[in-house]
């Protein structure tokens, strides 16, 4: 793919003979026309094409949550927050059969005592023991707390659904407590409750984030999962 740098007719879009044309953040890029490939995948290459597909359902999810958006740095260049959750992502992740780990925020968070992260009937449920107060928390900032994170989805009970999907979740707020155990829900209700309900195997990555009087993201915990 080619930048066009000399832009005298502005921003050019779309298809010109056999080249395409984007804007991306303001800039053109130029690629040529995909053509139609004749011969079938071979085994590897339909691994690659799923592990992405996963990675950008996965990716999708976590940056719909803005809370765990927050958490993630920005972007020196011209990637998108969510196009860096996706490569984290892609490098944990291993395959629909053996799913690896998800990323939900970077690493280096505060640490949790006895998570035990649960997919219930209908929803999510987190617990763990007292956060403590040496955990680096500043509680004249951090006032209240969440859970956040995506569920993904396997094995459905429908034949004309997808193999995989992932739904992101988060927790109503609670007020911040450091002394007592932590345990929060998430209930899924509508479209969401029944695309969770279609499918039997569900694997859950979450993590807690501390959120100032704004609901503004503070500080985040280690990622746990079911």
């Known amino acids: 793919m080619a930048q066009l740098l000399d832009q005298v007719l502005g921003n050019a879009s779309g298809l010109i003979g056999t080249l395409?044309?984007?804007?991306?953040?303001?800039?053109?890029?130029?690629?040529?026309?995909?053509?139609?490939?004749?011969s079938p995948l071979d085994?590897?290459?339909?691994?690659?094409?799923?592990?992405?597909?996963?990675?950008?359902?996965?990716?999708?999810?976590?940056?719909?949550?803005?809370?765990?958006?927050?958490?993630?740095?920005?972007?020196?260049?011209?990637a998108s927050k969510c196009n860096l959750i996706?490569?984290?992502?892609?490098?944990?992740?291993?395959?629909?059969a053996n799913l690896g780990s998800v990323a939900v925020v970077p690493t280096f968070?505060?640490?949790?005592?006895?998570?035990?992260?649960?997919?219930?009937?209908s929803g999510i449920h987190l617990v763990t023991d007292a956060l403590g107060v040496n955990v680096g928390i500043d509680t004249s900032i951090e006032k209240?707390?969440?859970?956040?994170?995506?569920?993904?989805?396997?094995?459905?009970?429908?034949e004309d659904i997808d193999a995989i999907q992932v739904i992101a979740f988060k927790t109503p707020q609670h007020s911040l407590d450091?002394?007592?155990?932590?345990?929060?829900?998430?209930?899924?209700?509508?479209?969401?409750?029944?695309?969770?309900?279609?499918?039997?195997?569900?694997?859950v990555y979450a993590c807690l984030v501390t959120l100032d009087d704004a609901g503004?993201?503070?500080?985040?915990?280690c990622a746990v999962h079911s």
């Open 20 to 38: 395409v044309f984007k804007v991306r953040k303001g800039a053109n890029f130029i690629s040529r026309q995909p053509s139609h490939r004749s």
């Open 43 to 78: 085994p590897n290459e339909v691994a690659i094409r799923s592990k992405f597909g996963l990675a950008g359902k996965v990716a999708s999810g976590i940056n719909s949550i803005k809370e765990l958006k927050d958490c993630w740095p920005k972007s020196t260049g011209r």
């Open 86 to 96: 996706f490569k984290a992502n892609y490098k944990t992740i291993n395959s629909a």
């Open 109 to 121: 968070g505060f640490n949790t005592v006895n998570a035990v992260l649960t997919a219930g009937v």
């Open 144 to 158: 209240n707390i969440v859970a956040a994170g995506v569920v993904v989805l396997q094995t459905p009970t429908l």
């Open 178 to 203: 450091l002394i007592n155990p932590v345990d929060l829900s998430a209930a899924f209700t509508g479209g969401e409750l029944t695309m969770y309900e279609s499918y039997t195997d569900r694997k």
């Open 216 to 221: 503004k993201a503070v500080r985040y915990s």
